[in-house]
């Protein structure tokens, strides 16, 4: 049983090198604690590091300094390998374009992360069915991305983040693409979600979308100006 | 895997231009692969249509000092190895024959051969109905029946099963049909490795052979092949040693027929050895070009997917965030290019069964087992192999390259993954770089061989071939029986052929220049000393009428050629060729010296003239000393007729024929055929390696030239925004060219100088198939140097000038 916060960040730092012994840093000493069931919120101006934190959440980016449990999993001492099985465990991704398959059909793009983690074939079948239910998409099964609109698309992607059933949600402007209206149907879906239980990060230039979440840290030059510690209101 | 399987298809079809550039690559390289493995199986690997033949070996006898280094056997020597060896199971004696056939209308000529009992038993080859031969059937008077080939079967008796038992007319004899053979059954079979070894016409009928009498006496006169089937547990080397201690026995109690020394000798070859012989390096030869092909082709490919892999970072960055391992990754992208190669293998199938044909056209005549040559299951398996090889080989670098990428920078919003595209681009340099030098040595090789043959077809024969019709006669001994009926239908035959419009010259002889048969005889010169220590010499023997001289135009250097008078009766006479004289007679008139010829008696026959040299065993063979007597001398039942006209010779065929029929309306005209195809057959195997090589090479040249163009056009594509900035600060449009040219010329540079050293190290391995060429043949490695790059820089200029066109506003506004 899990008894401290989900994500605990300390001390973490990012760079790039920009010559000899030079380097620009990107996320300085973040010390963060994100418990399950929180909505949190990443705002801040372009560059301050939001999406560097997301994708370092993410494990996406192996390149930093610092100690990041997850879970009660010390993330900064596992392999790359072992990174992922934990990501493919706990994580599931909803981005700004949402970057679903292509060339895959609303069925296939659904059934994919499944199937990356080795569920048997009745198994995804049951899932993916269930999942095209609990979205309303049935009819879009045999749809190509490109035959849907832009909230249907992201309604697709947050079905894929979930199917797996992980623990926490990263969403990456989740709704930077969409117009008001859909926009707000995509929030209220992630609220929903949170409210059975997942822990969702997002970041966002939104004080409306971040108003659907319960705490809200505030990004500047890489550096936690608000929120770092404690829960906002 | 299904799963995988289906986006990949899903994958071809969203890309047709890429898919169809992809497969016909991959028809190429696999193709010929396909075709060349189809041979090498055929003629190398498949076993010979015989049980176990790998026990299987022919004994050939030798006098070294004469050069004679496989010479048959005489029935004495056949009968001491066959009562005396321990080492075999069987021994079987054989020699070729020739049958003219009375079915139906049209009398037909059919190749066949003389067999010992023995042999189907020795071979292990069972008949498809009827029997073989019983042993007893071997002895005169016993003979009279045949087994014939399921092909014959077919052709001449539409497969009647009553053909069993019925009666067959050939040479005016009547033979009981015994037996038939299956399909498959081959024999002799074509000796590829000895110089004249080369049985010709594949046997259709085979008849019992029994020695008599007089033959058993005639311990010097060798005309039987002999083939052995090993004893189990007896070793090649073991079954040698007995024979050469049989072989000793036989020169101590034979003194006066065998030299005492170990210039005479048998000696055992492996049959599958003999049948193979130099094909196998012509067929090795074109294995490693075909493999250098198809490595081109995967390289082709693997620069295309690695273009593909840049255009799909994206896509292969949400995979992995949505859970894809880097195995996962892999398994899709390889999954993705072996369905591509299997498709480019059934394509490639296509085109194999294709230029099978065309190979099959080219040589079947001349090239051992040819005929058999087919795709099978086995082709077919190995085709498959070589797709899902091929497929692994050219979609592993670009999976592993496209396996890991950069997730931060390709998920986002417009991200453009600069850093592996850097990464991709320089194994496409890589791959570009070794697509030119693989297509250099594969054209080095090429023009070597193609050089070689050119020198090979340049060469003087000794004979004008061109406008000679050839046909073989065979006057069987019932209906002429005695010298004087068959010199009187020669000479009646060569009357009425003079008289055809067009004709100018016409002439009979035994054996024509390459046509891959020889005879040779010893004689005694007179004058010299001759016994066992000092053998006599031996050479070729020809049997001519003067027309045939003439009709080859083989020129007269000294004396005079055969006249009327030189008839039977009359002095002996022998005209010899300018080798003969100088090896005999180097500083002195060869004309009036007189020899002793065993088959013309003990009279001394006199050198009346001397004539140019003829290249009889092939174009790339030393020439050889030859004797020619006159056929009103020495009377022979099986010539061949030499007819010079003005005209294509082949329009004499009909007249020809009817000549023949004229005269004689039961007797067949067999092989008619102008003399300068049977020149192009003694080089069929090289001209066919000529033929594939250059077409290998030619392929090579099309998918480098199609991968630099691929490549650069890529570079184009990607470099647009730059080129658009540099257009935009000032740059000229001829910067913009020397800006790309200068990128391929570096990769054309790097491929060529690589190519260069490899072709250096590797021609030498072309040695043996080359002729009167270096394999470090200067000018042909300028040339194909300078044509490959030429090629290269065509393919580059293409996408070089498109650059050139670029809009400025456009390109900057595409970023």
């Known amino acids: ?79 790359p390998k072992e990174r992922t099985i934990l990501r493919n465990e706990q994580i599931g991704f909803v981005f700004q374009n949402y970057n679903l398959l292509d060339d895959l059909t609303v069925y296939e793009n659904l059934d994919i992360p499944l199937s990356y983690r080795h569920y048997s074939k009745s198994e995804r079948t049951a899932l993916v069915a269930d999942t095209l239910d609990r979205f309303s998409i049935v009819g879009k099964k045999d749809l190509y991305p490109r035959q849907l609109s832009g909230g249907q698309q992201q309604l697709v992607s947050i079905a894929r983040a979930i199917i797996a059933k992980p623990k926490l949600i990263l969403a990456d402007e989740p709704t930077g693409n969409l117009h008001s209206g859909q926009a707000e149907d995509i929030m209220r879906l992630f609220k929903k979600l949170n409210d059975e239980g997942i822990t969702i990060i997002q970041v966002t230039h939104s004080e409306t979308n971040a108003a659907f979440g319960n705490r809200v840290i505030q990004l500047r030059d890489g550096w936690i100006v608000d929120g770092q510690k404690g829960k906002a209101a | 895997m299904l799963q995988e399987i289906r986006f990949a298809l899903r994958q071809l079809v969203k890309n047709p231009l890429f898919a169809i550039v992809g497969i016909l690559t991959l028809a190429l390289g696999i193709g010929a692969t396909t075709a060349v493995f189809t041979l090498v199986n055929a003629l190398l690997i498949k076993p010979l249509p015989y049980q176990d033949p790998a026990r299987l070996v022919l004994l050939f006898q030798h006098f070294r000092d004469q050069h004679l280094d496989t010479i048959p056997v005489s029935p004495p020597e056949f009968l001491e190895y066959k009562t005396q060896l321990k080492s075999f199971d069987k021994l079987a004696a054989f020699n070729t024959s020739t049958y003219n056939l009375s079915i139906g209308n049209a009398p037909e000529r059919v190749a066949g051969a003389l067999v010992s009992a023995d042999l189907f038993p020795l071979l292990g080859v069972q008949p498809i109905r009827g029997r073989t031969f019983r042993r007893e059937e071997s002895a005169a008077g016993r003979d009279d029946v045949v087994v014939i080939s399921e092909r014959l079967w077919r052709r001449k008796f539409d497969r009647n099963p009553r053909v069993l038992g019925s009666k067959l007319i050939a040479d005016g004899r009547t033979f009981t049909v015994v037996g038939i053979m299956p399909a498959s059954f081959e ?17 259709d009928i085979w008849q019992p052979l029994g020695f008599t009498d007089k033959e ?51 000696t055992l070859y492996p049959l599958k050895e003999q049948v193979i012989g130099g094909i196998k390096t012509l067929l090795l030869i074109l294995v490693g070009a075909v493999a250098l092909v198809l490595l081109i082709a995967c390289a082709n490919l693997a620069t295309m997917l690695l273009a593909r892999a840049s255009a799909r970072e994206r896509e292969m960055a949400i995979r992995v965030a949505v859970g894809a391992s880097r195995g996962r990754l892999l398994r899709q992208a390889l999954t993705e ?35 058999e040559v087919e795709i099978d299951p086995t082709v077919l398996l190995v085709t498959l192999a070589i797709a899902v090889g091929t497929g692994l080989l050219f979609g592993i670098v670009p999976g592993l390259a496209g396996g890991k990428p950069d997730l931060t920078e390709a998920l986002k919003e417009g991200g453009r993954g600069s850093t592996s595209s850097r990464r991709h681009n320089q194994l496409r340099n890589a791959l570009v770089i070794g697509e030119v030098a693989l297509a250099l ?67 009979f002889t035994t054996i024509l220049p390459m046509s891959n048969v020889n005879s040779d005889c ?13 053998p006599g010499p031996d050479e070729e023997d020809r049997i001519v009428t003067p027309g045939y001289f003439r009709a080859l135009q083989i020129p007269l250097v000294a004396g005079r050629n055969f006249a009327p008078g030189d008839k039977e009766g009359a002095p002996l006479v022998v005209v010899i060729n300018h080798a003969l004289a100088q090896r005999y007679w180097p500083n002195e008139s060869a004309v009036g010296k007189r020899v002793r010829i065993p088959f013309t008696g003990p009279a001394w026959s006199t050198v009346i ?115 658009g900035v540099r257009m935009a600060l000032g740059a000229q449009r001829s910067d913009v060219l020397r800006l790309i040219i200068t990128h391929a010329g570096a990769l054309i540079g790097a491929g060529t100088l690589l190519g260069l050293i490899v072709a250096l190290l590797s021609t030498s391995l072309l040695h043996s198939a080359l002729y009167e060429v270096s394999a470090f043949d200067l000018p042909t490695f300028l040339f194909v140097t300078v044509a490959l790059a030429l090629v290269a820089f065509v393919a580059s200029y293409i996408p070089a000038r498109r650059a050139t066109r670029a809009d400025p506003m456009i390109a900057l506004a595409r970023t």
């Open chain 2, 441 to 507: 040595v594969l054209l080095t090789g090429a023009g070597l061989l193609l050089k070689s043959f050119v020198r090979l077809q340049n060469v003087d024969p000794g004979f004008n071939p061109k406008k000679v019709l050839t046909a073989e006669l065979s006057l069987p001994a019932l209906a002429y029986p005695d010298n004087a009926a068959q010199v009187k239908f020669f000479n009646e035959l060569l009357r009425r052929v003079g008289t055809l419009p067009g004709v100018t010259d016409a002439g």
């Open chain 2, 187 to 203: 024999f002799p079979l074509s000796l590829f490795n000895i110089p004249g070894g080369q049985f010709g016409e594949r046997a």
């Open chain 2, 216 to 266: 058993m006496k005639e311990r010097g006169s060798r005309s039987y092949a002999v083939i052995g089937r090993l004893a189990p547990q007896v070793s090649p080397q073991q079954a040698q040693a007995e024979v050469e201690t049989l072989v000793a026995g036989m020169r101590a109690r034979f003194p006066d027929n065998y030299p005492q020394t170990d210039s005479f000798g048998a």
């Open chain 2, 609 to 723: 003239g001397v004539v140019g040299n003829v290249r009889h065993r092939g174009l790339d063979q030393p020439v050889l000393p030859e004797f020619y007597l006159p056929v009103t001398q020495v009377p022979y039942s099986q010539l061949i007729l030499a007819v010079r006209s003005q005209q294509d010779p082949r329009s004499l065929t009909s007249a020809l024929r009817r000549e023949v029929q004229a005269i004689d309306p039961a007797l067949p005209l067999a092989h008619v055929r102008p003399l300068e195809q049977v020149i192009a057959d003694s080089v069929a195997p090289r001209r066919l390696a000529v033929v594939l090589l250059v077409a290998f090479a030619g392929v090579a040249l099309l998918l480098a030239s199609v991968g630099i163009y691929g490549v650069m056009s890529f570079l184009v594509v990607q470099r647009t925004h730059e080129i």
């Open chain 1, 1 to 79: 049983m899990n008894t401290g916060p989900l994500i605990k960040l300390e001390h973490i730092e990012r760079s790039y090198p920009l010559g000899k012994q030079q380097f620009t840093y990107v996320l300085r000493d973040i010390n963060l604690d994100v418990d399950e069931g929180d909505f949190v919120s990443v705002m801040g101006p372009s560059g301050a590091g939001k999406s560097t934190l997301l994708h370092l959440l993410g494990m996406h980016d192996f390149g930093w300094t610092g100690e990041y449990t997850l879970d009660e999993t010390a993330v900064h001492r596992l392999k």
């Open chain 2, 522 to 534: 010893s004689f005694t010169i007179e004058g010299r000393l001759m016994d066992a220590t000092h």
């Open chain 2, 337 to 371: 290019s072996v369905v591509l190669a299997i498709f480019g293998a059934g394509v490639g199938t296509l085109l194999a069964i294709w230029a099978i044909e065309l190979v099959k056209t080219l040589g079947t005549q001349t090239i051992p087992r040819l005929g």
